[in-house]
């Protein structure tokens, strides 16, 4: 099992930008692949990244041109760079991971994929 600790939340104005860290310890960090979800009060937790084992990035479409994940596997560390924030960005951000088999040839980014995740850090956007 890895432990993760979020930081980098804030409260910050339509259109900032902000970065948010993962730590990542425990376990070997490079046999898991690791992800950033969100959630908002009243909706379901959803993905927004992911990294799968081999550095392969797949970011969900609605995403893509604002929010970008990235990594530092000599830090131990996961990423997200998010540009252009609106108030419908406030909530709160949780990195996970896991390593477990999938379907498919991209990291998912569906929550019971996921068995090891952070407390989350709040991002709010007023």
């Known amino acids: 099992h890895v432990q993760l600790v979020e930081s980098g939340g804030g409260s910050v104005q339509p259109g900032a930008s902000l970065t948010l860290s993962c730590n990542v310890t425990g376990d070997t960090y490079c046999q898991y692949y690791v992800a950033w979800f969100r959630q908002a009060p009243g909706w379901p937790r959803e993905g927004i990244a992911c990294?799968?084992?081999?550095?392969?990035?797949n970011t969900y479409n609605s995403w893509k041109g604002r929010f970008i994940i990235s990594r530092d596997n000599a830090k131990n560390a996961l990423y997200l760079q998010m540009n252009n924030l609106k108030p419908e960005d406030t909530a709160r951000y949780y990195c996970a991971a896991d390593s477990r088999a999938y379907d498919g040839n991209w990291c998912p980014l569906t929550r019971p994929m996921y068995d090891n995740w952070g407390q989350g850090t709040q991002v709010t956007v007023s």
């Open positions: 990294f799968d084992i081999r550095g392969r990035r």
